[in-house]
């Protein structure tokens, strides 16, 4: 069976300039997986993920003029999409309090096993593991958390996550910095609740 | 309970949490490509009319005409003031008043 021939974006682009809006389906239909993917990865608590991916598009639509064809245009979407994350990350002013009381008892069990013993997390706890960091990734400020969430979930390099948010390295390394720092102590915290 | 580093426990949590499957429908939703396309173009702006176009342009031309025959002029008015008196005089009203006393 022959392969797909690849997507042509410049030629979809060009349709989707002259207002041709089954160009403009093919194009969402092409960048949906990549979009969705990013949106789960940063999706703020109460945001329905398509909603917000809805957004993400309706953005891009409006800036097309502005894309000059410097960066690949899945590039330039990603960025679109991350700053959108951002933005309503920024918008949830209040961040739900962390307490031991609110785990699950797989949770639970987790986080105590990562921070009494040096063992790897078993593989039928990754879910667990999943959800408890995105809960601890809610109680940073939304840029460092976006931040530790590139660097460690997504395991994306310094220039890359600059690429992805037009943030300079030395801006990236200080929220880096910031977020470990405020993770170390809610382990701390964590770990002094636990034991009264 | 013998407490580790907490940077290595939060790299112990975030690899066990990179192993956990992702969602495996990363496929547009039916109808989710025909909504959006069909947003972005209505809430793109159609042509401008004529009259919306040239309205402020106009007003704006207008203005910098009266203000340039203001000036023109200005030599003019301040050269020959008006005589209030004469006006006074010639006021029918005045005439009247002044015809009464």
């Given at each position: 069976m022959p392969d797909e021939p690849p997507f042509d974006v410049a030629g979809c682009l060009d349709r989707v300039r002259r207002r041709d809006q089954a160009a403009a389906r093919e194009l969402v239909d092409h960048l949906y997986p990549l979009v969705i993917r990013i949106v789960r990865s940063h999706l703020p608590r109460r945001v329905a993920e398509e909603d917000l991916a809805q957004d993400i598009f309706l953005k891009m639509f409006t800036r097309?003029?502005?894309?000059?064809?410097?960066?690949p245009f899945p590039h330039w979407v990603s960025r679109i999409a991350v700053t959108t994350c951002i933005d309503q990350l920024r918008a949830q002013k209040r961040r739900p309090e962390f307490r031991w009381?609110?785990?699950?008892e797989n949770e639970a069990e987790v986080l105590d096993a990562v921070m009494t013993n040096e063992k790897d997390v078993a593989a039928n706890d990754a879910m667990a593991s999943h959800e408890l960091v995105h809960k601890l990734l809610d109680q940073l400020k939304p840029d460092d958390r976006m931040v530790l969430q590139l660097l460690d979930?997504?395991?994306?390099?310094i220039a890359e996550i600059g690429e992805l948010t037009g943030w300079n390295t030395s801006l990236i390394k200080v929220r880096a910095f910031r977020a470990r720092r405020k993770l170390r102590s809610m382990f701390l915290e964590l770990q002094q609740k636990e034991r009264t | 309970m013998k407490p580790t580093d907490h940077d290595q426990s939060w790299a112990r949590l975030t690899a066990g949490a990179r192993r956990a499957p992702r969602g495996t429908d990363i496929a547009a939703p039916f109808g989710f490509s025909t909504r959006v396309a069909a947003l972005a173009f209505a809430a793109e702006r159609p042509m401008r009319s004529l009259l919306e176009r040239f309205s402020l342009r106009a007003v704006g031309v207008a203005s910098l005409l009266a203000v340039a025959s203001v000036v023109a002029n200005y030599s003019v008015l301040t050269a020959h003031p008006v005589d209030d008196e004469l006006i006074a005089l010639e006021d029918p009203v005045a005439m009247l008043l002044e015809g009464g006393e």
């Open positions: 097309l003029e502005q894309y000059q064809g410097a960066v009381a609110d785990l699950s979930m997504e395991q994306k390099t | -």
